[in-house]
């Protein structure tokens, strides 16, 4: 068809567009020209070892770091190192180590992520005016279907550190959501979950997709990202190693590898590369 | 029997004042981990403020009646504090935001110092008693032969004591409500649970630091008023005293928590009151059962009366 043919000659723009982040700590790159291009409902997988800057790179989409090189878009603008206003941009997040609020409620979490996209001003909130009601109603509203979606209506008025580790997760799914994003990073949605809380959470993946939010998902678990993502990028000691499609990614002996490891001699010869590699940095 | 329930109300309305100061020490603690000693010198700011008003703003014809000048003064009370406040937050503790704990709380003493000196020399004779206008109904409560002793046994409440004990109850019930269900009132929590979190949720921290000195000053500027309403004269040195009675109140609660602000602010108030009528020493003394109570608590329960439970509450 033709209509096929001319979308697939020209592709959408990317949704997020990260170019060249590179970020440096006193002597250490954690990240070094790291680049990503997100499309429009895309699922794109982030993997590699333990180390790899792969949570760096998140703080640096989200305005947490700045990057001490290059730049990230949304829709081709450059976003701020700030990490409130990147949030009302459009690009969300949830952490490796759950940071709920922990002392607030299930719904209270969702409503906080609310925020950017309510307006309520003082003297409405104050006397309590109609404005303000209806202002909370549709916050409240709207958190609510967010955790329908994600399955914790019941758990609604539960204080988010009593949650079960899996509920914790998903509660922080939809916090991010919450915020209405284009873009969401989710960091290691999986760590800890057993194979059916895994398998829900790829579902869970797969329907935020459908609602037309672009994903970039941090994972470990090999299986999972592959059985999920559209494009894999493979990030190791900071540098981006392979990208492309799941296939492609994992035929890539390098990321067997990186992965697997590979005999002794060779890891040893890698090495003595390196550290050569290394010193004429130094020298330069 | 008649002299305990006197003391009684006495200690009460004495625990309403401090408890309005003590909600301002409570919320910018909980939100930035700042012991804001200046806190005490914004409530006696407020007290000058209103004052001011009532000498220089207000028409002669108006000063008589209360219903107009009180509210005007509680106005002008509050829009002093608030100022103040935010002069204070922006110059003094926000670029220190990043800096280690001890900085800021130094510098919340030089404020202190600043606050009590600049109303030394701007307010004319302001270093001795201020005499503040009766800005209320003039009259007292009076409960008639409540004890055995008879007609002999009346408990006098002043009408100003009785409205500092409303308005502070009105007050933090507001305070409370804003904070559990409101955008802003979310926000706060959220910040002082964990603020990085809140950032990525959008929130802005700034406005969430100005506004909790705004609701802590705007707390401080109407008790200022009132208590100088209630007492009758003002001088700079107000500050000093009920902020640390405050200051007192929000640790003996657990700081962090608004419930343990004002309910360590009431205990406060009877200790001075009650402590000063039945212990040894007298009204001398009364301090000194306030601190030995502070003391005792902190020793069984070093986070305070209300303090882990809540201790993250705005």
Request: glycine letters at 10%.
């Amino acid at each position: 068809m033709s209509i096929t043919d001319n979308m697939a000659a020209a592709p959408a723009p990317p949704v997020l567009q990260a170019q060249g982040v590179t970020m440096v700590f006193g002597g250490l790159t954690a990240l070094n020209n790291v680049s990503l291009s997100l499309g429009k409902g895309e699922i794109v997988g982030l993997i590699g070892p333990n180390g790899a800057g792969k949570t760096t790179f998140f703080n640096c989409l989200t305005g947490l770091y700045l990057p001490s090189r290059g730049r990230v878009l949304l829709d081709g603008s450059q976003l701020a190192a700030d990490p409130s206003k990147v949030t009302i941009a459009g690009v969300a997040r949830t952490f490796q180590n759950i940071r709920l609020f922990p002392n607030m409620t299930v719904l209270e979490n969702v409503m906080v992520g609310r925020h950017s996209r309510m307006r309520q001003d003082p003297i409405s909130t104050l006397l309590r005016l109609p404005a303000f009601h209806r202002g909370e109603r549709a916050a409240r509203e709207r958190s609510r279907e967010l955790l329908e979606f994600v399955g914790l209506t019941r758990a609604e008025h539960e204080v988010a550190r009593n949650l079960p580790y899996g509920d914790q997760r998903r509660l922080e799914i939809a916090r991010a959501l919450a915020t209405d994003p284009k873009v969401l990073l989710l960091d290691e949605p999986t760590a800890g979950m057993n194979p059916q809380e895994t398998e829900a959470t790829r579902q869970l993946i797969f329907a935020i997709r459908d609602t037309g939010v672009s994903v970039v998902v941090i994972e470990h678990d090999i299986k999972f990202i592959f059985g999920l993502c559209d494009k894999v990028s493979v990030l190791v000691q900071g540098e981006l190693l392979v990208e492309g499609t799941p296939e492609v990614v994992r035929a890539d002996p390098r990321v067997v590898e990186a992965y697997l490891g590979k005999p002794p001699e060779e890891v040893e010869a890698d090495v003595r590369a390196a550290s050569t590699e290394h010193d004429t940095r130094g020298e330069a | 029997m008649t002299t305990l329930l006197q003391q009684l109300a006495n200690g009460i309305a004495l625990g309403a004042t401090i408890g309005l100061i003590a909600l301002g020490y409570t919320m910018v603690y909980g939100i930035i981990q700042l012991i804001n000693f200046a806190h005490g010198e914004v409530f006696m700011v407020g007290a000058f403020g209103g004052l001011a008003v009532h000498r220089w703003v207000l028409p002669e014809s108006f000063r008589e009646n209360w219903y107009v000048s009180l509210p005007l003064m509680l106005l002008g009370g509050m829009a002093v504090a608030v100022a103040i406040a935010l002069i204070m937050e922006r110059f003094a503790y926000r670029p220190l935001r990043n800096a280690p704990r001890l900085a800021p709380l130094i510098t919340a003493l030089g404020v202190s110092i600043v606050l009590q000196e600049a109303i030394r020399i701007w307010f004319p004779n302001a270093d001795s008693a201020q005499p503040f206008p009766k800005a209320f109904v003039d009259s007292q409560i009076t409960i008639i032969g409540l004890g055995p002793d008879g007609p002999e046994g009346d408990v006098s409440i002043r009408a100003s004591q009785l409205l500092l004990v409303v308005v502070s109850i009105i007050l933090s019930v507001l305070l409370q409500s804003y904070i559990n269900r409101s955008k802003m009132g979310r926000a706060m929590r959220a910040t002082a649970q964990d603020p990085d979190t809140a950032r990525l949720m959008g929130v802005n921290p700034d406005r969430v630091i100005v506004l909790t000195f705004v609701l802590g000053a705007a707390l401080a500027g109407v008790a200022g008023v009132l208590y100088g309403v209630d007492i009758t004269n003002v001088d700079n040195a107000i500050g000093f005293q009920n902020g640390i009675f405050a200051f007192t109140a929000a640790v003996l609660g657990g700081i962090g928590s608004l419930r343990g602000a004002v309910i360590g602010a009431f205990i406060i108030g009877l200790i001075k009151t009650l402590g000063g009528q039945y212990m040894w020493g007298g009204t001398q003394y009364d301090y000194v059962w306030i601190f030995v109570v502070l003391i005792l608590v902190l020793v069984f329960r070093p986070q305070g009366l209300f303090g882990e439970a809540e201790r993250v509450r705005a």
